[in-house]
């Protein structure tokens, strides 16, 4: 594949664990437990093949509404995961990135959060973002909250403001915006997903659930992806 027909950044909305579950009558928190032994996989394959920068979106500000068992099966999921990556991280070369807002979650994930943080902030490789109580519509609210206060204390003045103010404030600043974004489950919504990132990305909805998710339907994504023709708005 030529260089600039792949990827820098891709992102993915894992969905579908819910609807796999039900299909094996099992209950949903089940579903979840098999999606994050694909994430596992599918970051590893990633950063095998060359991909800079991975957004994976976890946990979703809306998420919330959902039974609370199921809300303490993704905590749990969470921690179990970050303390397998805390070991792991010592062979590995991948910086990991939280992008929301992580103090909604109990004191011990949010330990296991700046952990990982501290411990991979200096590797070379693959940045992984990990989208977690992360909102697209929260995360512009915060960026333009930040922002009136450079306007209030003088700093910056209203008529001043260039998109790079804004991109600043938000959680992926200094990051290229994502080239692709993969959505499983056949769903075609965005979800609250990276709204102001993804002005220029390329789609790809697939219809499989994300337990179901390999290694090739990633390389059939980038192939999809490579054929695409990105014209920016211009011609
Ligand atoms: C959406 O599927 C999935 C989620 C809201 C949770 C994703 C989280 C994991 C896979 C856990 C592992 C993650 C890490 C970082 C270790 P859904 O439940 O909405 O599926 P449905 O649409 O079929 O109901």
């Avoid at 919330?64 to 590995?92: C, H, M, S, T």
Wanted: net charge neutral; hydrophobic share 40%.
């Amino acid at each position: 594949m030529e260089k600039s027909s792949f990827p820098l950044h891709v992102g993915i909305i894992m969905d579908g664990n819910g609807r796999w579950a039900k299909k094996r009558g099992l209950p949903r928190p089940a579903g979840h437990s098999a999606g994050a032994a694909v994430f596992k996989k599918i970051v590893r394959y990633s950063s095998s093949i060359g991909i800079r920068y991975l957004t994976i979106y976890a946990f979703s500000t809306e998420n919330w509404k959902r039974p609370v068992e199921e809300v303490g099966a993704l905590i749990k999921l969470f921690k179990q995961y970050l303390q397998d990556a805390l070991r792991d991280f010592l062979n590995e070369n991948i910086k990991v990135c939280f992008l929301g807002d992580t103090s909604a979650f109990p004191q011990d994930l949010q330990n296991l959060i700046s952990e990982t943080e501290e411990v991979s902030k200096n590797k070379t490789g693959m940045v992984l973002n990990i989208a977690l109580n992360y909102g697209s519509r929260a995360e512009i609210v915060r960026a333009v909250r930040l922002l009136a206060q450079e306007v209030k204390s003088g700093k910056l003045e209203p008529d001043a403001i260039e998109e790079a103010d804004i991109e600043k404030y938000l959680y992926t600043s200094g990051q290229p915006d994502p080239d692709l974004i993969i959505r499983p489950s056949g769903e075609n919504r965005i979800s609250n997903f990276l709204l102001w990132q993804s002005a220029y990305s390329e789609y790809v909805v697939m219809d499989i659930l994300w337990p179901d998710f390999k290694p090739k339907d990633l390389d059939w994504a980038l192939e999809e992806y490579a054929r695409r023709n990105r014209r920016f708005g211009g011609v």
